[in-house]
């Protein structure tokens, strides 16, 4: 009996990874001009409808001053404790943090003597993280993009050109935690026989900075997914890399348990959680397709009310917020 129920339990996860699969980047995308919302400007930086954080967690996004140390000196990817937040506390967090902790800086320092390219990220997900998606535009002329008020972006879309339009070879069609750690999945073009996807996209770009945007394809391997990210920081820390954590949009498993799981790792190795279930918060299903799974679509036009009531513009304003707020910190 426990056998056929395993085989059913197996069954079940083959089936939904592979709907996964065939329909992650098969979102409809509407260009429906009719909807005319109000406008949803939005100060990031803070969540006027939020109670109190903890202070613990205050204090450790706080310091944006450091002292530079050598690398025998820095034990930079362990955590510092065991730490959980409070149930649900993540969810009164903004979606871009209000600085970097010390933490941070010391792992871009540590990157730079590894002589990381310090304008240079990566992406690790599925194919909803690829450019085509996720901020190819900004690597385009501004004929695709309207930064509306938030012009002072302009200077970090100049400081990253070559990382917008660039495919991550940690990238790719269904992707989950495990994907990334899996040389089955491997661009034999570019990496080497029994190299991991993010260790060919380490070796091959350098990067200071590197979006890890995972989740919603780990909903039936909730166990696994936060010892898969572990060993995903870990391993960027190790480099030299800041991890930089996002928060997804959907709650495919129910409960939260993965933004949960995503915020506790923030915590813990004290590096910035990009907080995006926090911005879709006010839109329009909360920037959510009726699958409640992909995100509403707009053009990267953020002078328009009724682009802003979708969620890709949100995706994509708040990650630029997120690299301008560390090009700044690091500088």
């Not at 967690?57 to 002292?67: P, S, V």
């Not at 309207?146 to 200077?155: A, F, R, V």
């Not at 660039?166 to 029994?194: H, M, Q, T």
Request: charged share 20%; proline share 5%.
């Amino acid at each position: 009996m426990k056998n056929k129920q395993k085989i059913i339990n197996n069954l079940s996860v083959l089936i939904f990874s592979t709907l996964l699969f065939l329909t992650s980047c098969s979102a409809n995308i509407s260009s429906d001009s009719r909807l005319t919302p109000s406008p949803v400007f939005m100060d990031l930086t803070q969540n006027p409808g939020s109670t109190k954080v903890t202070e613990n967690f205050t204090q450790t996004l706080a310091t944006k001053t450091f002292e530079s140390k050598s690398k025998t000196e820095i034990t930079i990817s362990t955590p510092t404790a065991k730490l959980i937040l409070i149930s649900n506390e993540w969810m009164e967090l903004p979606a871009v943090p209000t600085s970097i902790s010390q933490k941070t800086l010391e792992i871009y320092s540590f990157g730079r003597e590894k002589r990381n390219n310090p304008y240079s990220f990566s992406v690790v997900g599925d194919c909803e993280s690829s450019p085509s998606w996720f901020l190819g535009d900004f690597d385009k002329n501004q004929n695709h993009y309207d930064l509306g008020q938030y012009k002072y972006l302009e200077t970090v879309i100049n400081a990253f050109q070559g990382s917008f339009s660039r495919k991550s070879l940690a990238v790719g069609n269904g992707y989950n935690s495990a994907s990334i750690l899996s040389p089955f999945w491997s661009d034999p073009e570019f990496c080497e026989p029994g190299e991991t996807p993010l260790d060919c996209e380490i070796r091959n770009h350098h990067p200071s900075f590197v979006f890890i945007l995972l989740g919603t394809n780990d909903i039936y391997n909730i166990e696994t997914f936060e010892i898969n990210m572990r060993t995903i920081i870990s391993t960027l820390i190790d480099e030299g890399i800041v991890p930089i954590v996002a928060t997804k949009a959907d709650n495919l498993e129910g409960n939260n348990k993965i933004n949960e799981i995503i915020s506790t790792l923030s915590y813990e190795y004290d590096i910035p959680l990009w907080n995006f279930w926090q911005a879709v918060q006010p839109l329009s299903n909360h920037g959510l397709q009726d699958d409640h799974a992909h995100l509403t679509w707009a053009n990267n036009d953020f002078s328009n009310p009724a682009s802003m009531d979708k969620a890709w513009p949100w995706r994509n304003l708040t990650a630029l917020q997120i690299l301008d707020l560390l090009l700044e910190s690091v500088q």
